[in-house]
């Protein structure tokens, strides 16, 4: 079993950065892939960045290729999420989710099995 913990989410003026955090209890946790996932109000759950059990692999949703950066320390049980260059269209409720996903479908929620409660980003223009 793993539990994720969300930090880091908070207000910032457009063109400002954030770095968000993803804390994990469970040994098992760095051998799973690890996404970001946002969700805005009125909108579907979209996906945001992944990242591969070793850090070797990364990928992200066009809309913030080239200004976030996703990351994770497995000794300290954590993924980050380096958000720079932030626009309004940023704003949504950020979740982890960790589980053993296919590469090819890392961008799809429904594969992932353990989820954060989530943590509020508000850009404002």
């Known amino acids: 079993q793993v539990q994720l913990v969300e930090s880091g989410g908070g207000l910032v003026q457009t063109g400002g950065s954030l770095r968000l955090a993803c804390a994990a209890s469970?040994?098992?946790?760095?051998?799973?892939?690890v996404g970001w996932f946002r969700q805005a109000p009125g909108k579907e759950r979209e996906f945001v960045a992944t990242?591969?059990?070793?850090?070797?692999?990364?990928y992200y949703a066009d809309s913030v290729k080239g200004r976030f950066t996703i990351s994770r320390d497995n000794a300290k049980n954590t993924v980050y999420l380096e958000m720079n260059s932030l626009k309004p269209e940023d704003t949504a409720v950020y979740y982890c989710?960790?589980?053993?996903?296919?590469?090819?479908?890392?961008?799809?929620?429904?594969?992932?099995?353990?989820w954060g409660q989530g943590t509020q980003v508000t850009v404002s223009s």
């Open positions: 469970g040994r098992t946790f760095s051998s799973y892939t």
């Open positions: 989710a960790a589980g053993r996903v296919p590469t090819i479908i890392r961008h799809l929620d429904q594969n992932y099995s353990y």
């Open positions: 990242i591969s059990w070793s850090g070797g692999s990364t």
